[in-house]
Structure formats: C-alpha cells, structure tokens
C-alpha cells in the first residue's frame, strides 16, 4: 500500500515562508494527480494546490500567487511552497494523491501563522 508521509509544517511569523513536502512510499508521482489540502477548525478541508501527472497546476484564489506546487518524479515527492503566509493560512494540511477511484493521504501536519 502506498503511503505519503509529509514534512515541513510548524509555526512562522506573517509574511514568513514555509515548504511543505510530501513523499511517497512508491513512484506514484508521476502517474497519480497530487495536490494539498487544509483544514482550519469548523471549516471544510479545502483544496489548496494540485498538480495533475501531466503537470498542469491549479490553486485556491487566496493563495494563487503565493504558493507554488511542483513534484519532483525522481525522489517521487511533491512540494508545496507558501510564502507571504497570512494568520488566515493556519490550518492542517494535508498531502493528497488521487487517481481514478483512488485517494490517498498523508498523515496531516498543523502550519501555524501568528507573531
């Protein structure tokens, strides 16, 4: 069974930069679309940033501009980098990899904003 486990979350200042990644147990990367999600308290989780295996990206409006999504095949792990992070970006996010009937997540990491 194919496993992401995720690194890079914790706590940063506004306007501070983070990089989430996501590794998978198996090349998966380039044959699954992936992507990030977040979840703040009482709200829904929220599609943040994805990456498709052919490589077309789309983000959340909030945060187009600031985060960036990319994959790297080769060490079969996705990335997402934010930066101008805002209180607002507080939530846990989490590593998705999708294909067909499939989804498969990561374990969920907190990213905290606030000074």
């Known amino acids: 069974q194919v496993q992401l486990v995720e690194a890079g979350g914790g706590l940063v200042q506004p306007g501070g930069a983070l990089r989430r990644s996501c590794a998978a147990s198996r090349n998966i990367c380039s044959i699954y679309a992936m992507g990030w999600y977040r979840q703040a308290p009482g709200k829904q989780r929220e599609l943040v940033a994805h990456i498709s295996s052919a490589g077309s990206t789309l983000y959340l409006d909030s945060v187009k501009g600031r985060f960036t999504i990319s994959r790297d095949n080769a060490k079969n792990t996705v990335y997402l980098q934010m930066n101008s992070l805002k209180p607002e970006d507080t939530a846990v996010y989490y590593c998705?990899?999708?294909?067909?009937?499939?989804?498969?997540w990561g374990q969920g990491t907190q990213v905290t904003v606030s000074s």
């Open positions: 998705n990899a999708a294909r067909a009937s499939i989804a498969i």
